[in-house]
C-alpha cells in the first residue's frame, strides 16, 4: 500500500503536533502521535516528520499483509489512519468487513472505535466520524434517496399544538444539542439508516398511540420522551449551603502518578476546598494537596472497568487495589464505579447490559464490592454512585429513576449518596432535569456529593461558564462538596477542562456564598 500525500495530511491533522513528550492514555507520545522513549524527551518538527513517515510506512506495509483488494485512495487513507491510532490488529474486523466487501459495514464498525481509557472521547467520535467518511465515501455512490453514510439521527418531534413561544424554547435546547427538531412523524420515521431516534417534546400533549404508530409505520425507530424543556426561574442562591467547591482530577487518572502540576495551580487559583481522584492516581496526591491546604477534602472514585472481561465484584476489588494506599494517607470517602446504567459498547466498562440489565443486579454487584473492601479499609465509607442523569435512551441510557428504585438495597447500604448533573443552558442549570437532578436522588438524609457537574456546550465560551458554576455553587442545598468536571484530560472533553481557560480565575473570585 502506498502512503499518499492525502493520507499524510489528513493523519497528521488528527494528531497535532507536540515538540514535547505528553502522556497519552497507555503511553508517552510525542511529535505527530510517535511513542516516546521518555518523560521529557523533546524533538523538532523535521524530525518528528521522519519518524512520522516511518511509521507510516510500517503500518502500510502490515495493512498490505492483510487486504485481499486494492484499496482507493480514500479507502487507503482511512484505513491508514484507524491503524496508526488503533494498530492493524486492533482494526482486524474492519479489515476483515472489507476484504469480504462490505465497506458499509465496515464504516458504520468504525464508528464504534472512539473510546479511550473507557469514556467516550469528542475528538475520537471526529475523527472515527471522517474516517467512516472516507472508507464508505463509495458503498452507495449513485443510489438515489440513500444516505451518504450511515448515521445515527435524532429527531424531536413537537406536538401538534405547540406555541411559537414552545417552539422558540425548545429550538434554544435543540441548538445546543445539535438535533433536529420539527413537526412531521413522518419526517421523523423516514430513511434507510440504521439508528433513527425520535424524542417526543412535551410527550403528554403528542397524540394518542404515537409510540404504537411509529411501531407500525416505521418499525425500528427508537421512540423516547424528553423532560420538561420550558426555562424556569433560576433559583436565588442560598449563601447558607456552604457547599465546598470541589474539583474533579484528571479523566485519565494520571495513571499512577500524582496530581498533574497543571491541576495544582488550578487549585490554588480557584481557592478549591474539595477534591476528587480516580483510584489509578497515585496516592501521593493528598501530600501534595494538603500542603496547598490542609483542610481540603478528599474523595476518590474507585476506577475500573466492568464487562464481560472482568464481570465479578472481585475482579473490580482487585482492580482497584490502589484505594488502599489512598486509605492509608487518609482518605475516607470512596465512590464505588461510574454511571453504572449506560448501555454504552462493552469495552467502555460501566457495565450495564453486561453485567447487570437492571438496577437490582447492580445493587447485588455494589454489596459484594462492599463487603470486599471493607476489611481492607476498615473505617472507609463507601458512595453509592453518580448515575448518567437524563431520560431513558434504549441503545444509551437506562432511565435514571427506574434504576434508582430497583437499587434501592445499594441506596440503603452505601454511606453517601453521589448525582451526576449537567446541563447546556442557565435555564437547564435550575432544572431538577438536569442541574438540579440531585434534588430527585433520594439519600435519606446520608450525605450528598455532587460527583460529577459541568455545562458541555461547545457553543458556551469558558469564561460564561465559569459564571455559571459560581453561581451553581452558591445555588446547592444540603449538598457536601460538588466537583466540576473537570481540571484536565490528555483528550477529549475540551469543552469541559478547566486547564488554558479562565474558570478558575474566575470560580477564584467568588464571594462568601460558597465555601
Keep these: ?107 458504520k464498525l468504525l464508528l464504534q472505535y472512539d473510546h479511550a481509557s473507557g469514556k467516550r472521547h469528542p475528538g475520537l467520535t ?133 496530581v498533574l502540576p497543571e491541576t495544582v495551580q488550578l487549585i490554588k487559583q480557584a481557592k478549591i476546598k474539595a477534591y476528587k481522584g480516580l ?37 473490580f476489588v482487585e482492580a482497584v487495589g490502589n484505594a488502599v494506599e489512598w486509605y492509608n494517607a487518609g482518605v475516607r470517602h470512596f465512590e464505588v464505579h461510574n454511571e453504572p446504567n449506560l448501555k454504552l459498547a462493552d469495552e467502555t466498562g460501566e457495565g450495564m447490559w453486561h453485567v447487570w440489565n437492571d438496577g437490582a443486579e447492580f445493587a447485588t454487584w455494589f454489596r459484594q464490592v462492599v463487603d470486599a473492601l471493607k476489611p481492607l479499609m476498615p473505617d472507609a465509607l463507601f458512595g453509592y454512585p453518580g448515575l448518567s442523569p437524563g431520560w431513558s435512551i434504549d441503545s444509551v441510557r437506562y432511565d435514571p429513576i427506574r434504576f434508582l428504585e430497583e437499587s434501592w438495597p445499594a441506596l440503603d447500604q452505601a454511606d453517601f449518596i453521589c448525582a451526576h448533573c449537567y446541563w447546556t443552558t442557565r435555564a437547564e442549570m435550575y432544572s431538577e432535569d438536569w442541574g438540579q437532578w440531585y434534588r430527585r436522588v433520594p439519600h435519606a438524609g446520608k450525605q450528598l456529593m455532587i460527583t460529577e457537574f459541568s455545562n458541555p456546550s461547545h457553543s458556551v465560551d469558558k469564561h460564561e461558564k465559569g459564571k455559571q458554576y459560581v453561581d451553581y455553587y452558591a445555588s446547592l442545598e444540603n449538598v457536601h462538596s460538588a466537583y466540576s468536571f473537570l481540571s484536565t484530560s490528555s483528550s477529549g472533553f475540551e469543552a469541559e477542562t478547566w486547564h488554558g481557560s479562565d474558570i478558575a480565575h474566575t470560580v477564584g473570585q467568588r464571594d462568601g456564598s460558597t465555601a
Excluded at 29 to 40: D, E, L, M, P, T
Excluded at 47 to 59: N, S, W, Y
Excluded at 71 to 95: D, F, H, K, M, Q
Excluded at 132 to 143: D, F, K, M, N, T
Aim: charged residues 20%; hydrophobic residues 40%; neutral net charge.
Design 126 to 258: 471526529r475523527r472515527r466520524q471522517a474516517e467512516s467518511e472516507l472508507l464508505g465515501s463509495g458503498a452507495a455512490r449513485g443510489l438515489m434517496g440513500l444516505p451518504r453514510i450511515q448515521y445515527e439521527r435524532t429527531y424531536w418531534l413537537m406536538p401538534p399544538d405547540a406555541t411559537d413561544k414552545e417552539f422558540a424554547n425548545v429550538a434554544e435546547a435543540a441548538f445546543i444539542h445539535r438535533s433536529t427538531i420539527g413537526f412531521s412523524a413522518d419526517d421523523a420515521g423516514i430513511g434507510a439508516l440504521d439508528a433513527r431516534n425520535v424524542v417526543l417534546v412535551y410527550p403528554k400533549r403528542q397524540p394518542a398511540g404515537i409510540k404504537e404508530w411509529f411501531a407500525t409505520h416505521y418499525p425500528g425507530v427508537q421512540v423516547s420522551e424528553f423532560p420538561n424543556l420550558v426555562p424556569v426561574a433560576p433559583r436565588p442562591p442560598v449563601s447558607q449551603t456552604k457547599a465546598l467547591v470541589g474539583l474533579h482530577g484528571s479523566a485519565d487518572g494520571s495513571w499512577g502518578n500524582p
Design 1 to 107: 500500500m502506498r502512503v499518499s500525500a492525502e493520507a499524510v495530511e489528513f493523519i497528521k491533522r488528527w494528531e497535532g503536533f507536540s515538540s514535547t513528550s505528553f502522556w497519552d492514555h497507555k503511553q508517552w507520545s510525542i511529535g505527530y502521535g510517535s511513542k516516546a522513549s521518555h518523560k521529557g524527551e523533546e524533538i523538532t518538527e523535521e524530525v518528528a516528520h521522519k519518524r512520522f513517515q516511518a511509521e507510516l510506512a510500517g503500518f502500510a506495509s502490515g495493512l498490505s499483509n492483510r487486504l485481499t483488494f486494492t484499496p482507493t485512495t480514500s479507502e487507503a487513507t482511512a484505513l491508514l489512519s484507524a491503524a496508526y491510532n488503533l494498530g492493524v490488529s486492533g482494526i482486524s474486523p474492519i479489515i476483515d468487513l472489507c476484504n469480504n466487501g462490505d465497506f458499509r459495514g465496515a464504516a
Design 279 to 315: 483510584s489509578n492516581e497515585s496516592a501521593d496526591t493528598v501530600r501534595v494537596l494538603r500542603a496547598i491546604d490542609p483542610d481540603i477534602f478528599v474523595m476518590v472514585r474507585l476506577f475500573a472497568k466492568v464487562n464481560r472481561e472482568n464481570p465479578s465484584a472481585s475482579a
